[in-house]
């Protein structure tokens, strides 16, 4: 059974600081990876989507990494701001399930503090 | 491309009452998913649509929730005889799959149940 993991639950940081946000997952086997942003009662934003060929995808000061063979996704926020708290989350898409439901890890809820 | 969209956003109800959301997906995507989130977890995959059809349910979805996607178009999830424990988020997403399996899942805001 795919397990998605986050680490860390929450993050507290200072405005401007750069920042990694991890995932893991336990089956390599998946088609893509897809990192969303959701603001408190809101729904998700997708934010970044990595196919299982790629290696990192950019978009503005977001950059996601994937490395399959250990089961492991990075989300570097470059040059934090107060609006980019949120809670992150990472999902996972299997490669062997037809449905291509998204399996999600529990988050991590990230403040910058201005 | 107007989103995904969910109605309605907040449902209050008594312990025993049913309840009946609906989500209008982005047009012309064929697939349309159902989500339920708790308080500090991530969704988790209750039903899909292929157009019309029902697909898969998760064993989550107890025979007291039915999900419909009349036409292909809009989808309504019903809850009958609700629990304390059908309190959360429920999110509906929706994408245009090709075979590939890599076009990204779109998200609406999510009707949040409470049950009293």
């Known amino acids: 059974k795919q397990e998605v993991t986050q680490i860390p639950a929450a993050l507290s940081v200072p405005e401007g600081e750069n920042l990694v946000l991890n995932c893991s997952f336990t089956d390599s086997a998946i088609y893509n990876l897809q990192w969303f942003r959701q603001d408190p009662g809101k729904g998700l934003t997708s934010l970044l989507l990595?196919?299982?060929?790629?290696r990192e995808q950019t978009s503005g000061r977001l950059n996601a990494s994937l490395d399959k063979s250990s089961g492991r996704s990075t989300l570097y926020i470059a040059a934090s701001q107060p609006g980019d708290s949120a809670t992150y989350l990472c999902?996972?898409?299997?490669?062997?399930?037809?449905?291509?439901?998204?399996?999600f890890g529990s988050g991590t809820r990230l403040l910058v503090r201005p | 491309d107007t989103g995904v969209s969910q109605n309605p956003r907040h449902k209050i109800t008594k312990r025993g009452q049913n309840v009946t959301f609906r989500c209008d997906p982005i047009s012309e995507h064929n697939r349309l998913y159902w989500y339920r989130q708790t308080l500090g977890q991530g969704p988790e995959f209750l039903t899909y649509?292929?157009?019309?059809?029902?697909?898969?349910k998760s064993r989550l979805l107890s025979d007291r929730f039915s999900a419909e996607r009349p036409k292909g178009s809009f989808s309504t999830l019903e809850i009958q005889r609700t629990e304390q424990g059908d309190s959360a988020m429920y999110l509906c997403a929706s994408s245009l799959e090709p075979s590939d399996g890599n076009q990204p899942q779109h998200f609406g805001d999510g009707t949040r149940l409470s049950i009293l």
């Open positions: 999902a996972v898409r299997l490669r062997m399930d037809s449905s291509y439901k998204l399996i």
């Open positions: 649509f292929q157009n019309e059809a029902q697909l898969e």
């Open positions: 990595i196919q299982s060929s790629q």
